[in-house]
Nanobody, 123 residues
């Protein structure tokens, strides 16, 4: 089993930045691809970004390309999401998750999830 704990969320003005962190424990972190998703009430969980086991490749939803950057430190068992140029529509609960896949974009490809961290962007 894999335990994931997100941190770094908060309230920020439009145009600002936040860096989310997700600390993993339990299984060998470098054996898994990692992803970030987000969800607002009443809507399905949305893919945001993913990174391969070795951090050699990344994938992003179009709406965050050029603004968000996913990275990982396998020595620290941590994945990050650097969010710049935040917009009110980025407001959501952000979740990290682990997957045995290569570079998955679908929520069903992920096996373990964190509890989420709230990001609120004011206009």
């Amino acid at each position: 089993q894999q335990q994931l704990v997100e941190s770094g969320g908060g309230l920020v003005q439009a145009g600002g930045s936040l860096r989310l962190s997700c600390a993993a424990s339990g299984r060998t972190f470098s054996d898994y691809a990692m992803g970030w998703f987000r969800q607002v009430p009443g809507k399905e969980r949305e893919f945001v970004a993913a990174i391969t086991r070795s951090a050699g490749s990344t994938s992003y939803v179009d709406s965050v390309k050029g603004r968000f950057t996913i990275s990982r430190d396998n020595g620290k068992n941590t994945v990050y999401l650097q969010m710049n140029g935040l917009k009110p529509e980025d407001t959501a609960v952000y979740y990290c998750a682990v997957s045995p896949g290569l570079l998955p974009r679908k929520s069903y490809e992920y096996t373990y999830w964190g509890q989420g961290t709230q990001v609120t962007v004011s206009s």
